[in-house]
Structures are given as structure tokens and as C-alpha cells.
């Protein structure tokens, strides 16, 4: 069955699967393994240029591309035992060639710390070849165990961009860490998607790292979504992999990592946050049809022809301009159905062509994310509509920005904190005395999950912790996620 169309805000997890449906994105549940989804043409043209804004970031920053294998021997992927321990219980195996059991069980890659350390011990000598950026982008498993979800959680994974870097001092990493949050930042900022940086608790940390630095955003519902990680590694895949590198005083060492990735959740992301009622709103920077362009039939022959000259001009301009763009001349549909249909998609302008403005050498132009129409001149064209997209991705930007800062509540008031998770506005930061048993204790008595603490460290100066009333050190987040 198709599902109805729902309100962004107030039906939020129902008004995502309406519209990866609706404007023909991403097919999921109708595919006979569970979370696992298609990515249709429409879908798939996001996701291509998704890619491209994250191969175009990591390689000005010195990162190389590669590509390895998906299958991971067990004997390698048990190398570094919290890493292990970690990912157990998601791991899918490969255990038949055809009819023959295999002697080597074979992994589907959850992660690829393991089999990227292991060549690395082949490849990498000296302190002189470092420090060294991989990334691949590459589709991974994890038989996930909470709910699964279009893009969002998935148990394959199919747009994983991994980076995995080696350096010859901790403090390399460490500021290999800031460059990994600085890409990020800008990736997640040309999206115009906002969010919060957290250093995650220790017991939450990615299997096998030092500590784990998180993005994450607060979805319409008030749910908070991990959209990207960086991990520094210190040096426990390379002990693990006895990977030793000659320094510069001829000794030794073990050297150190980092590794940090983003997934199919920043579709996920672009889609959730930009939205509305009417369904998508795209940057202009991602969209896979930047202007559709609608004539509005004439009723003479002669407007009609009008009409006609008028589109010209304006594919003219829009050629000019190397936009992508669609004509939609399609006979069988009305103007108004046709709006319809292109606001769903998010096309962030729309150019109606009709007789009676033509005659006056102008067209009017529609905004997506407001829906604001304005009249322009033939002759204004060329430099109108770049400065709307610039305009929208402004608004779009901000809009966001402003919405996930009014979801952010900080507080030392406990009954204040709980009301704000209960009635599902977003996250609290409560101030913490740095101690695990406090921040178990309030995520059971908020019922919500501990999300970290802000990034770089802010001091809750003056503050007690409100669970054991000790001096506080800094605050911790709590929101209910995905
Ligand atoms: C960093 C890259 C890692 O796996 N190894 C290589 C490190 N980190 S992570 O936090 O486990 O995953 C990185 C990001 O991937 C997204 N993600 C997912 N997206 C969709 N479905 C899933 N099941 C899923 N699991 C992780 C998250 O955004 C995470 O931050
Ligand atoms: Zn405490």
C-alpha cells in the first residue's frame, strides 16, 4: 500500500517513509531482506552527489582513495579484541563456498580497521611516508538489533565512507582528529545540516579507539541522529597487527590512527531537516533538478506560440548558467499537478511560463522553501537565479540552525530536564561530575540516552552535579535517538 501523505513535524517518522516513497527516493521494506532498501534514480542522484562533496573535501586534504575486499578472514577481524567484542554479535558471515563449508570463516566487513591495518603493515615503513589518509567508500554489514530503518539504520550500510589515517606521534593523531571534525564541519555546513559535537561517554565509544567524537543532529521528532564519528585509535589496532614503523631516531614504534566515517544517514539527514509538509526541500548545491520550468497553457494559438519563444529564452539562460533543469511539457498533467509533483521532489526554483507575463518579456519564479513567488524580467534571469539558490541555501541553513538550537535545552533543573525529553523537544545538558554511575543513573531517571560531552569541553563552572552533588566539570547531553 502507498502511504498517505503526513505532516513533517507532527507525523515525523511517517511522513519520512510517505516521502522516500512519494518523491521515489529509496525503496525499503518492500525488498525481501530486512534492513536493506534500494536506492532509486532520483534517490541515487542525491546520494552520487553526496559522494562527490565528500571525495572533494577528503582529497584536497591529502586523503587517497582505495578499495578492499568486503570479506574479512575471522582470524583478522578477532585481532584486536575490544574492536571484537564490539562488533560480535553484528556480524555477518560467510561460511559455504557453493556446498563446501570453508576452513576460514569469512566476515562481511562491519568496519574496516582490521583488514586496512593489516596491508598497511605491508606498505607502510618509515615515518617518512606519514602521515598516510585512506578512505574508501564502500558498502558494510551490521546485523543491527534495534529498529532498522530506511537509511537511517540499515543493515547494509551502502554508502559507508570510511577514513582510516597513520601517523608517528599521539599528538599527529590528535590533530588529525581536529582535521577530520574540521571536513566534516564542512561537509555537513555545505548541506546545510546542523549539529551538535560531543565527545561520547567512554562506554559508548566506538569499539576499539582512545574516544570517539560524534555529530549529531535532532530529528523533527525530537530524536537526535549520530550523522558522522571520529575516532583517535591510539595505538590499539597497530599493537594488535605487531605494525611497527622506523622513526626518526632510528627506533621502533608502533604508530598511531585515527579512523572516521559518515554513512547513508546524511541522505537521511538532507531530507528530514529541509523538509515540510509538501515534502522535500533541497540545497540547491545536491538537488538532481536545480530549476523545473512549467508552462502554463495559452488559449490562442498565437499565445500559445508565445509561450513557446518564451521557454526558449529561458533554457537559453539556463544552458548558459550549466544548470540542471527540466522542461516539464508533459501534455497529460495540469500546471497545478505539475507543482504538485515538483514541490515533493524539492526542486529548489521553479520558472512558470504564461502568456500573459510573456507578452510583458518576464516569467515568474518560485522558491521551494518558502514557496514565495516573484515576477522577473527575461533580461534578469541570468543573474536572478543564481542569487535565489544562494538565497535558499542561506534560509534553508539557518532555518535549520535555528531549529536544532531551540531544541537544546540546558538546565540543572532535573523536573525541567525530564519534561523536555518527555515531551519529545530534543536534547537537555545537565552538568556532570565526570562519574559513569551519575550519567547511567539520569539516563534511566530521564529515559534517555547519554550522548556525550560538548565538544571542545566547556567547564559547568559553579554548577553541583544533580545526581551525587559534587562540583560539576562540564555538562552532559541527553536526548532520546535513533
Ligand atoms: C569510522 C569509519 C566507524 O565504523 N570505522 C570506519 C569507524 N564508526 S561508526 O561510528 O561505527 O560508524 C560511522 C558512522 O556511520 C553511521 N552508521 C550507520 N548508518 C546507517 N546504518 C547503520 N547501521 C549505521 N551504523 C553506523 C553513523 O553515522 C556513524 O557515525
Ligand atoms: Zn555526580
Partial sequence: MKPKRERWAEEFPRWFDWI?????????????????????????????????????????????????????????LRREKEHVKGFEDEVYWVTHGGLEPLDVKLALRPTSETSITYMETFWIKSYKQLPKKYYQIVSIFRYETKATRPMIRLREVTTFKEAHTVHDTFEDAERQVLEAIESYKEFFDRLGIPYLISRRPEWDKFAGALYTIAFDTIMPDGRT?????????????????????????????????????????????????????????????????????????????????????????????????????????????????????????????????GAREAREEKVTLVRRDTLEKEQVPLEGLRERIPSLMNEIYNSLRDRAWRELRSRVLRTSNLEEARRWIAERRGVVEVPWCGREECAVHLEDELDAKALGSPWPLERASGEKCPVCGRESITWMRYSKSY
Fill in 225 to 353: 541522529l549520530q550523522i558522522g564519528t571520529a575516532h583517535n585509535l591510539g595505538q590499539n589496532f597497530t599493537k594488535a597487527f605487531d605494525f611497527k614503523i622506523q622513526l626518526a631516531d632510528e627506533s621502533l614504534d608502533h604508530p598511531w590512527q585515527t579512523s572516521y566515517g559518515v554513512s547513508d544517514r546524511v541522505v537521511a539527514t538532507i531530507v528530514a531537516v529541509h523538509g515540510d509538509d509538501n515534502g522535500l526541500v533541497l540545497p540547491p548545491e545536491i538537488a538532481p533538478i536545480q530549476v523545473v520550468v512549467v508552462p502554463i497553457p495559452a488559449k490562442s494559438e498565437e499565445d500559445e506560440q508565445l509561450v513557446k519563444e518564451t521557454l526558449e529564452k529561458v533554457r537559453g539562460v539556463l544552458e548558459e548558467l550549466g544548470l540542471r533543469y527540466r522542461i516539464d511539457d508533459r501534455d497529460e498533467l495540469r500546471p497545478g499537478a505539475k507543482f504538485y509533483y515538483w514541490e515533493a521532489r524539492g526542486v529548489p526554483v521553479r520558472i512558470e511560463v
Fill in 20 to 76: 522516500l516513497d512519494e518523491a521515489e527516493l529509496y525503496d525499503y521494506g518492500r525488498y525481501p531482506v530486512k534492513g536493506m532498501g534500494v536506492w532509486r534514480p532520483y534517490g541515487f542522484q542525491i546520494r552520487r552527489r553526496m559522494i562527490e562533496l565528500i571525495r572533494e573535501i577528503l582529497d584536497k586534504r591529502g586523503h587517497e582513495e582505495v578499495l578492499f575486499p568486503m570479506l574479512i578472514p575471522e582470524l583478522l
